[in-house]
């Protein structure tokens, strides 16, 4: 983002509402109790210093495995319904075909 003062003036308004807006989306301020024990557990094992650090690290790290749990459950889903039994199919197919190409050489 270009700094405030480059703009011209009637940008100021629109820029920092952006601004405002882009900060207010990815940051908040937020007051919460944290057990010390657990907290200095999960900093020497992210190898985080600081307490911020260590929370965003395992809020994270929850969506990421929780996005793909969910991955897993789609595709398990998938397979149990029987979308990639012509897939595996045709992979067996092709498969045995190159076996029987081998062998007639």
């Given amino acids: 983002m270009a700094p405030l003062l480059s703009l011209a003036p009637e940008c100021w308004s629109h820029t920092l509402d952006a601004y405002i807006a882009t900060m207010e989306a990815s940051v908040s301020v937020t007051q ?17 210093t600081t307490k ?4 965003n690290n395992a ?10 749990l969910q991955a897993a459950e789609r595709l ?19 498969r045995l075909a190159r076996r029987g ?5």
């Fill in 32 to 48: 919460i109790d944290l057990d010390d024990d657990v907290l200095t557990a999960a900093m020497r094992l992210m190898g985080t």
């Fill in 52 to 55: 911020k650090d260590t929370v």
């Fill in 59 to 68: 809020l994270r790290e929850y969506v990421a495995r929780t996005e793909r």
């Fill in 76 to 94: 398990a889903a998938r397979g149990t319904a029987g979308e990639f039994d012509a897939a595996a199919a045709a992979h067996t197919a092709a």
């Fill in 101 to 105: 190409q081998a062998e007639n050489r």
